[in-house]
Nanobody
Framework: QVQLVESGGGLVQAGGSLRLSCAAS????????MGWYRQAPGKGRELVAT???????NYADSVKGRFTISRDNAKNTVFLQMNSLKPEDTSVYYC???????????WGQGTQVTVSS
């Protein structure tokens, strides 16, 4: 009942920047926390950053100081500004949203981020 669509991924050189976007649609009301996770080949999905509806943020230690998560509550959209990218940031990045009315979390299909050295 809620669809999440990520965009903004691509290929970038180390030290470069990308901004990811994720828009919720469908029954996209009562969205609570939103976040970004990533999963590299052969590895589990790990938290990158989360943000509550009130703007409180949480970051993985590996991205703290380099990435910034933000959101537009009116548009049910979450962003991830990624600066000083490193090759180890290469992964598929997934958007996540908490649907309070449905008491569950939704995932996007992912967007590929590749950082070359």
């Amino acid at each position: 009942q809620v669809q999440l669509v990520e965009s903004g991924g691509g290929l970038v050189q180390a030290g470069g920047s990308l901004r990811l976007s994720c828009a919720a649609s469908g029954r996209a009301f009562s969205i609570g926390a939103m976040g970004w996770y990533r999963q590299a080949p052969g590895k589990g999905r790990e938290l990158v950053a989360t943000i509550t509806s009130g703007g409180s943020t949480n970051y993985a230690d590996s991205v703290k100081g380099r990435f910034t998560i933000s959101r537009d509550n009116a548009k049910n959209t979450v962003f991830l500004q990624m600066n000083s990218l490193k090759p180890e940031d290469t992964s598929v990045y997934y958007c996540n949203a908490e649907h309070l009315a449905g008491h569950r979390y939704y995932w996007g299909q992912g967007t590929q981020v590749t950082v070359s050295s």
